[in-house]
């Protein structure tokens, strides 16, 4: 099963993240195998770290509770809240895959989050600039709760237009990088 794990960081707390980095890559190395996306969102000035996004394919909801619950930086305070949901790789690849690769261009979260009928369960016939894309589930996988992309766009406004804006009740969109260590 896969899940969408976004940890959004407390105001403030970026010294305590840093002093964590290695503790949160070694955390997340126990998970590198079921890995289908992961990094870092980022205010406007493009620096300023507020949250840290995971997808990641694990046995079931338990799991992935231990996983998001577990993490370093969650567990000393250095995230607000969590956003955890089943998710559906809609494309079939991880990051890793991305044709555009790991660098180059702006890379967005886009969070769409939904009530009533689902919305963009079809892929977007641009997938060249989709880096990971499905829908939110409910921990059952029945319900539709909103889709969550990882896009390459030229600026926000083009990252926001992968979802139909009439179908969500907030669409959020957060500058992200490609994540995990340094190659």
Same mark, same amino acid.
């Given at each position: 099963?896969?899940?969408?794990?976004? /940890?959004?960081?407390?105001?403030?707390?970026?010294?305590?993240?840093?002093?964590?980095?290695?503790?949160?890559?070694?955390?997340?190395?126990?998970?590198?195998?079921?890995?289908?996306?992961?990094?870092? &969102?980022?205010?406007?000035?493009?620096? &300023?770290? &507020? %949250?840290?996004? /995971?997808?990641?394919?694990?046995?079931?909801?338990?799991?992935?509770?231990?996983?998001?619950?577990?993490?370093?930086?969650?567990?000393?305070?250095?995230?607000?809240?969590?956003?955890?949901?089943?998710?559906?790789?809609?494309? %079939?690849?991880?990051?890793?895959?991305?044709? %555009?690769?790991? &660098?180059?261009?702006?890379?967005?979260?886009?969070?769409?989050?939904?009530?009533? /009928?689902?919305?963009?369960?079809?892929?977007?016939?641009?997938?060249?600039?989709?880096?990971?894309?499905?829908?939110?589930?409910?921990?059952?996988?029945?319900?539709?709760?909103?889709?969550?992309?990882?896009?390459?766009?030229?600026?926000?406004?083009?990252?926001?237009?992968?979802?139909?804006?009439?179908?969500?009740?907030?669409?959020?969109? /957060?500058?992200?990088?490609?994540? %995990?260590?340094?190659?």
């Amino acid at each position: 099963m896969e899940f969408f794990c976004y /940890h959004r960081d407390r105001r403030g707390a970026g010294a305590l993240r840093g002093e964590l980095l290695e503790e949160h890559w070694s955390y997340m190395d126990r998970y590198a195998a079921a890995m289908v996306a992961r990094g870092p &969102t980022f205010a406007d000035d493009g620096d &300023t770290p &507020t %949250g840290s996004v /995971h997808i990641v394919d694990l046995p079931d909801s338990a799991a992935a509770r231990a996983f998001a619950f577990d993490e370093p930086n969650y567990q000393a305070g250095v995230y607000r809240d969590v956003l955890l949901r089943r998710w559906r790789n809609m494309l %079939g690849r991880t990051m890793w895959d991305f044709p %555009g690769g790991r &660098t180059g261009g702006n890379r967005y979260l886009v969070l769409g989050l939904g009530a009533g /009928h689902a919305a963009d369960l079809a892929v977007p016939p641009d997938r060249d600039e989709l880096i990971a894309y499905g829908p939110l589930l409910s921990d059952n996988g029945a319900a539709w709760l909103g889709t969550a992309v990882l896009v390459r766009a030229a600026d926000p406004d083009k990252a926001r237009a992968v979802l139909a804006p009439d179908r969500y009740v907030d669409i959020e969109v /957060h500058n992200w990088a490609f994540g %995990g260590r340094p190659s």
